[in-house]
């Protein structure tokens, strides 16, 4: 018996250690583990229908919006959940107007949750409530957003592109992505093993965030005047090109850039990859023509080799090593002063300066306004320009470089070295990025600042100098056709020659203008050039200062600048000088009763009878023969 007891005893003993060892088990994995194998078990069971982080808006300096977002859901799909997967292909196939086939694969891979793409991403609303109202088994409407154009392709080539999962391609999207994109959100459901949903289980909502909002150094009324006047130069002259940028000449803040032709930024992929991969202003390098003088008699006064009053006479030639270089005037300019030389583009007087002031002190005037190395703007596929390597360089080269053939350049560096020789000698680095907001509140958490490359270029005494140039050149030279009454404006313009094939061709310019004001207190700066216009005679005077001329004076008014007293008594020449007039009020009236108009000319668009809109605006200034563009209804 007490064998028998004793085994019963041990017995019992083994049971409850094994109860409490279970007991122990049961406990860790309750108490300590339960929460991880619950989250375990719960990933196991969710499906997450994907709801999407919107990108972050983009403004101008103002704060008005440039590119937004707007709702363009997606399908997407649980293959597990599917009762009727060959109804549902046909159904999906007929309303995304593509073959079942294309369909069928996304139904049949081995996933848990599948996105149908690309054609079922950023459907239109019709589209996607057509889907939703068929109410399929395992067929879900994802919340997601496309970018929204509210000026159409304005920006096009600087804002850039987004893809199918809306990251940045090119442009602004694409460097400040990491900015701009959210982190997306997602409707979670949960499913057993089989996909089907658990009755009485309810999934939760994960928000979505979005991308922090860019704030650009545009300012959007001057880049709409900007591609405007574009617009109207691409159908009257018909160029190949034609590309403007507009600065700050104190800051190098950008505040328009634009050029032409342009891309759709909804339908990019209907046009070549290498319309919207080249921002002119930034990307083309050339040869500048006259604007470029402006940089060698900045030179010349800041080394003393001239005085601006000293007298100089131009034969209409000059004789280098032999060879003989024209002046575009026939017969030269004959006695005038170095102000005159510049004011009246004389070539001969140009090559003057530079042997006076030698190769040596040439190039390193080069160097220093920044020509054969990029500005470092933010934006993508700037150029460097191609500069002469000064030993290899002879005296004709030289003598032709001093007047803007043979060294390259781009757009925004000549723009960024003529404000720097306007600005007491100061260089810096050209942006546009203002800063980056918090979504929804105009809040910036970041200020970009100008910044300042090198100083001391040339003096203050040399600045007040080249400035006075400039307006003398504006009111009395070859840059007439940019003045704008009642302010101080400087200008230059620049007539090039295309080499191709190593020799330059006899019928095709890079005509170009510049312009700057007020010339006591530069605040804005607007450079302008065309590649082979039509039907025209190709000067930069006669075709491109009168352009910049019509968004210089609306610019003007949109940065609230007074006109200035005092400055050079503007001298037209009646022959050449076009002339700016008033736009009248065509709004409400009946496109079949507008008489011509003796100045400018009209361009209708719509299919109504009356007038909705127009552009210019009633009271704005057009120049001769420009056109006004009437939206009717």
């Not at 929460?35 to 990933?43: D, F, K, P, S």
């Not at 510049?342 to 002031?357: A, D, K, T, W």
């Amino acid at each position: 018996m007490r064998k028998v007891r004793a085994r019963m005893i041990g017995i019992l003993v083994l049971m409850v250690v094994g109860i409490f060892a279970l007991t122990l088990r049961l406990g860790y994995v309750q108490v300590l583990k339960g929460t991880a194998l619950l989250e375990r078990a719960y990933e196991l069971w969710t499906r997450d229908i994907p709801v999407d982080g919107q990108r972050g808006n983009i403004y101008d300096r103002n704060g008005k919006l440039i590119v937004g977002n707007k709702l363009a859901p997606t399908v997407v799909i649980i293959p597990k959940q599917v009762k009727e997967k060959e109804r549902a292909i046909k159904f999906l196939a007929e309303v995304l107007e593509r073959n079942e086939e294309d369909i069928r694969k996304h139904f049949e891979k081995n996933v848990s949750v599948e996105i149908i793409k690309p054609a079922g991403r950023h459907l239109s609303l019709e589209v996607a409530k057509k889907i939703a109202k068929e109410k399929l088994d395992g067929v879900y409407i994802a919340s997601d957003t496309v970018r929204y154009y509210p000026y159409g392709n304005l920006l096009s080539h600087t804002i850039g592109i987004t893809g199918i999962d809306n990251q940045g391609i090119t442009g602004l999207e694409y460097i400040y992505d990491a900015y701009l994109k959210g982190s997306s959100g997602a409707n979670k459901i949960f499913t057993d093993a089989h996909g089907n949903k658990f009755l009485f289980q309810y999934g939760h909502y994960v928000a979505p965030n979005r991308g922090l909002d860019l704030y650009l150094t545009i300012d959007l009324d001057i880049q709409i005047v900007l591609e405007r006047v574009l617009d109207n130069a691409m159908e009257r002259y018909q160029p190949d090109e034609i590309w403007a940028i507009v600065m700050h000449p104190k800051t190098s803040e950008i505040l328009a850039i634009a050029s032409r032709p342009n891309f759709d930024l909804v339908n990019y992929q209907d046009y070549p990859q290498e319309l919207y991969n080249r921002n002119l202003p930034i990307w083309k390098s050339y040869e500048p023509g006259s604007v470029f003088k402006v940089i060698t008699f900045a030179a010349g006064i800041n080394e003393k080799v001239f005085s601006p009053t000293e007298t100089f006479y131009d034969p209409g030639y000059w004789i280098v090593d032999g060879t003989r270089i024209n002046d575009w005037r026939a017969g030269g300019h004959g006695h005038q002063t170095f102000f005159e030389v510049l004011q009246n583009s004389c070539n001969p007087g140009l090559m003057e300066i530079v042997f006076r002031l030698g190769k040596d002190k040439f190039f390193e005037y080069l160097e220093k306004f920044g020509f054969g190395e990029k500005t470092g703007v933010d934006l993508l596929g700037e150029s460097t320009g191609i500069v002469f390597e000064k030993d290899k360089i002879n005296n004709v080269e030289l003598a032709t470089s001093s007047f803007g053939q043979g060294n390259t350049i781009t757009a925004i560096q000549l723009v960024n070295a003529i404000n720097a020789a306007c600005n007491d000698g100061t260089l810096n680095q050209p942006y546009i990025l203002k800063g980056f907001g918090i979504p929804n509140t105009q809040t910036l958490i970041f200020q970009n600042e100008t910044k300042t490359i090198r100083t001391g270029i040339v003096t203050p005494e040399t600045s007040a100098i080249v400035r006075e140039a400039l307006e003398r050149v504006a009111t009395l030279g070859t840059a007439r056709g940019g003045h704008v009454e009642g302010y101080r404006v400087g200008g230059k313009t620049g007539t090039a020659q295309v080499p191709e094939g190593g020799v330059y061709l006899s019928d095709k310019y890079i005509i170009s203008y510049l312009g700057m004001a007020p010339m006591n207190d530069p605040q804005i700066t607007i450079y302008m050039a065309m590649f082979n216009p039509k039907n025209t005679i190709q000067y930069g005077g006669i075709v491109v200062a009168p352009l910049v001329r019509e968004i210089m004076a609306e610019s003007l008014t949109i940065l609230k600048i007074p006109k200035q007293p005092g400055g050079i008594e503007f001298q037209p020449r009646w022959v050449l000088d076009k002339f700016t007039y008033k736009v009248e009020n065509y709004i409400g009236q009946k496109v079949a009763s507008i008489p011509l108009h003796p100045y400018y000319k009209f361009k209708i668009v719509g299919n109504g009878d009356t007038v909705i809109a127009q552009a210019p605006n009633p009271g704005e200034k057009i120049v001769e023969n420009g056109f006004v563009i009437l939206y009717t209804n």
